[in-house]
């Protein structure tokens, strides 16, 4: 079992910067990838970012302003956010797992001021 805690939302105004992080605990030697997916109300969620043996992709709409990274001695993974827009508020979720097991963290909200 592993659990996800995510931090670091909040309200930024239009070109800021946020880092969010996701803090697991638990069985964490099984994960194999580690993604990032935001959710609007009324919307799919939307995968933002992926790591996943070292390869990372992004959603081309935040590709050269979003960056995901890990910390394995913290075993945090962390998303930074820059250039922010508008359209990037939503509610944030980690997400890790590996071909058995799916786990999700609670989500954050991080809203973006015009």
């Known amino acids: 079992q592993v659990r996800l805690v995510e931090s670091g939302g909040g309200l930024v105004q239009a070109g800021g910067s946020l880092r969010l992080s996701c803090a697991a605990s638990?069985?964490?030697?099984?994960?194999?990838?580690m993604r990032w997916y935001r959710q609007v109300p009324g919307k799919q969620r939307q995968l933002v970012a992926s790591?996943?043996?070292?390869?990372?992709i992004y959603a081309d709409s935040v590709k050269g302003r979003f960056t995901i990274t890990r910390d394995n001695a913290k075993n945090t993974l962390y998303l930074q956010m820059n250039s922010l827009k508008p359209e990037d508020t939503a509610v944030y979720y980690c997400?890790?797992?590996?071909?058995?097991?799916?786990?999700w963290g609670q989500g954050t909200q991080v809203t973006v001021s015009s």
């Open positions: 638990g069985s964490i030697f099984s994960i194999t990838y």
């Open positions: 790591v996943t043996s070292g390869s990372t």
């Open positions: 997400n890790e797992g590996s071909n058995s097991h799916d786990y």
